[in-house]
């Protein structure tokens, strides 16, 4: 029979040397996934983040309008200022008639991005393969 602190442990087990996260509390883990999956998953986030990886240059607001048909210029802007408050991209205006804005990935970006780019490669990998159901 169970006991009552058995059935209330609202924690996951998790086995010693089981991963690369030893000595973590995997609920901890849950939760910082959460905010990951927040940060990344919103609507254009990474199709703002992607196009940054692959160029030094800046790129204007303008461009990331062009580029990203299907999102509005309120949900554009509103995910660019997420991201610059999270510190993944830094923003450039200028003094000029029309404003300019530009934005670059900072170094903290960069990590980010080159992480979702190993994450795609691994679903390029491991689709190539096709289940099939366990007999």
């Known amino acids: 029979m169970e006991t009552n602190s ?8 998790m086995a010693p040397s089981a991963c690369g996260f030893e000595g973590y509390d995997p ?12 940060l990344i998953t919103k609507r254009g986030t990474l199709e703002i983040l992607i196009p940054l ?9 303008k461009q990331f309008r062009h580029a990203l048909k299907g999102i509005s ?3 554009l802007s509103y995910r660019l200022k997420e991201l610059e408050k999270a510190g993944i991209l830094e923003r450039q205006s200028f003094n000029e008639i029309p404003p300019r804005v530009e934005y670059r990935l900072t ?7 080159e992480s979702v ?5 691994w679903m390029r990998k491991w689709s190539a393969i096709p289940i099939t159901a366990k007999k």
């Open 27 to 38: 609920t901890s883990l849950m939760s910082e996934t959460a905010r990951l999956r927040d």
């Open 73 to 75: 210029s309120k949900t």
């Open 6 to 13: 058995k059935r209330n442990n609202k924690s996951l087990p």
């Open 107 to 113: 170094a903290k970006g960069q990590e980010l991005v």
């Open 117 to 121: 780019i190993n994450l795609l490669q």
């Open 53 to 61: 990886c692959c160029t030094k240059n800046s790129v204007r607001y």
